[in-house]
DNA sequence: TCTCCAATATCGTATTTACGATAACAGTTT
DNA sequence: AAACTGTTATCGTAAATACGATATTGGAGA
């Protein structure tokens, strides 16, 4: 997929982590699993995982007995703000979409 | 502005800047303004020029007379690659900016 | 020409993000 | 219990990104 180009756009992933927990509590596996079909590579556990406890540490997310992680409220906060951030930044994303045809994924 | 939080999204710097030569040939300082209203923070010198240099380097942009950059064939391209990667990443956009009522920023 | 000033550019460093390898752990099956 | 398996976790390191300070450049005006 995605062939070799310059700038790697590092950076959002715990944003989507906390995004895919505000809809369903997930498992780290799970969590890669969905990470898999948005970035078409398929990140390392050494990624995902010290990634997780960050959030966690910081007590934006908690996991059950189950390994199941989902969002605190102060999770949930730091989400909106994050969201907030990114659509001030990105406020031109429909011209994008338009712009390249983006045919929807996934729908 | 932005509040102190936790994951810094890094990284779509170069992206934007693609994005934003795309539309309008810029000056590095027309850049740095342009950035700023999307971050809400001044990018220092030390960031923007560097960056510069290095999709000059990459054959990405090019300057005239005027230091005025904009996007080469290459760049082009490449900008669209990102943007198809952006939007199968992002592919719930509409979702996102639902859940927390984005008014539009910036018309 | 000389001075001033903003824009541009570079340097060294700090921080963040991600990787690969490897270890610990839990549940199943034999 | 022992071996197997997939998940979870940690460690050291590499790469990308951005910062602050500083230097350089190129006019505009005195």
Redesign the interface.
Same mark, same amino acid.
């Given at each position: 997929m #995605?062939?070799h180009?310059? #700038?790697? =756009?590092?950076?959002?992933?715990?944003?989507?982590i906390?995004?895919m927990l505000?809809n369903k509590k997930m498992t780290g596996s799970e969590i890669t699993d969905e990470m898999e079909k948005?970035?078409?590579r398929r990140f390392s556990p050494g990624t995902i995982y010290p990634v997780l406890k960050?959030?966690k540490d910081?007590g934006?997310i908690i996991d059950d007995e189950e390994k199941k992680y989902s969002l605190t409220e102060n999770g949930e906060k730091?989400l909106? &703000?994050? &969201?907030?951030?990114?659509?001030? &930044?990105?406020?031109d994303?429909e011209e =994008?979409?338009k712009? #390249?045809k983006?045919h929807?994924?996934?729908k």
């Open positions: #995605c062939g180009t310059h #700038c790697k =756009m590092k950076g959002f992933l715990s944003f989507l906390l995004w505000k948005r970035k078409g960050k959030l910081s934006l730091e909106n &703000i994050h &969201i907030e951030n990114f659509f001030r &930044i990105f406020w994303l =994008m979409r712009h #390249c983006c929807e994924h996934r």
